[in-house]
């Protein structure tokens, strides 16, 4: 179930980042992302997963099914959290996972996520190969 993976996934990706985190600046990098998703990471039927981070776009590749497809998005801060705006889902495996199935939950699971570790998002700035989030308690 994509909505199962999308959620223990992206639930332990940030519980590791910002597991006794101070307020400030937190910074992710893609490398972080791909490092930890390489190392144990369940998306249920997503796999090969690559994350990307630049200036205008985060840029996920990847397959499931046995299709491929490439996810983009911007990343703002709203109500406390991070979200994921405007993304899309190109390839074939856009014909089988909705743009909007897979923003929501993640979504959903990374405000939940941030509220129960108690951080509300004030702002998000990316750059090559990083995002930082601008967390306070």
Do not use: C, K
């Not at 223990?8 to 992302?33: K, M, W």
């Amino acid at each position: 179930d994509l909505r199962a993976g999308i959620r223990n996934e992206v639930s332990a990706q940030l519980a590791q980042q910002i597991v006794d985190a101070p307020e400030g600046e937190l910074v992710i990098t893609d490398d972080e992302i791909n490092q930890r998703l390489a190392a144990g990471g369940d998306l249920g039927p997503i796999d090969d997963v690559q994350v990307t981070i630049t200036p205008e776009v985060i840029t996920v590749d990847l397959s499931a099914y046995g299709l491929s497809g490439t996810y983009q998005s911007t990343v703002r801060a709203e109500n406390g959290s991070v979200v994921l705006d405007g993304g899309s889902l190109d390839g074939p495996l856009a014909f089988v996972i909705p743009n909007d199935e897979l923003a929501d939950a993640t979504n959903a699971q990374i405000a939940a996520s941030l509220s129960a570790a108690g951080y509300h998002v004030e702002s998000v700035t990316m750059q090559d190969g990083a995002i930082t989030l601008t967390v306070v308690r």
